[in-house]
């Protein structure tokens, strides 16, 4: 059992193909705005982006989420933002159609962002062009090299830095993941692709490895129940 986690899985996520109705997708979404809630996504991400925010001292902040799915997490931090009087301008990004409808459902009444389909290996922005930059449970997509070249990107795009919100793989989560989603959704997409994602998460020996592809220099920081929140400098500052 051991072998089955020393790695990082290649097993693809259905989610990623096109076998599936709409419906299946939408489900899928509400499913992982529930995870982001319960499992963890949201604390972690709320830890480490609000203080670097108030780090700043500036009350005009613009951020980007990548592979945004419904937008949930953007929302949560523009939330923050009004109660404290701060001027949030958020660009969501996402390349899959039904994710960017459903993200725009979500942000209707946040003017604050806007929701753009784009690829996030050739996103149309300059350097420097956001103050922090964000993705969540959207690196595991990706093997190792492509994962580095991604935050290549993300922190040439970010002045501030970059923050990454993923899975930790450990037997624990793998076998935690697969009872609870068989107990609480009878979507088949979150069945499968909530213990692949696990399986395709990371330890800590695979973000030493990423960076290093990368070029750069991250902290790494676990979060209860097995989330990482990585935190990358962002090197496009003017």
């Known amino acids: 059992m051991a072998n089955r ?17 709409g419906e299946e997708f939408r489900d899928c979404l509400s499913d992982l705005r529930r995870i982001n809630q319960l499992l ?12 670097l925010i108030e780090a ?28 404290r009087g701060k001027r949030v301008d958020f660009v969501v990004v ?19 962002i806007l929701v753009v389909q784009a690829d996030a290996f050739q996103l149309p922005f300059v350097e420097g062009g956001f103050d922090f930059v964000m993705a969540s449970l959207f690196l595991h997509h990706f093997e190792d090299e492509a994962a580095a070249r991604l935050l290549q990107r993300l922190s040439r795009v970010a002045r501030e830095a970059f923050l990454i ?12 993941i697969r009872c609870l989603t068989w107990l609480f959704t009878r979507n088949r997409l979150v069945r499968h692709d909530a213990a692949v994602s696990v399986l395709r998460g990371f ?36």
């Open 5 to 21: 986690f020393s790695e990082r899985s290649r097993e693809p996520e259905w989610i990623d193909g096109s076998d599936y109705t």
């Open 40 to 51: 963890g996504g949201q604390r972690a991400l709320a830890r480490h982006l609000f203080p």
């Open 56 to 83: 700043t001292g500036r009350s005009h902040i613009r951020l980007l989420d990548i592979g945004t799915g419904s937008a949930d997490l953007p929302r949560m931090v523009v939330e923050w933002a009004r109660q």
């Open 94 to 112: 996402d390349l899959h159609p039904l994710a960017v409808r459903e993200a725009r459902d979500w942000v209707v009444d946040y003017p604050e």
């Open 165 to 176: 919100n993923d899975l930790r793989r450990h037997p624990l989560a793998y076998y935690s």
């Open 203 to 238: 330890q800590d020996a695979d973000w030493r490895k990423i960076a290093g592809l990368a070029g750069l220099s991250i902290g790494v920081h676990r979060h209860f129940p097995y989330r990482y929140l990585v935190i990358g400098e962002g090197t496009g500052a003017e």
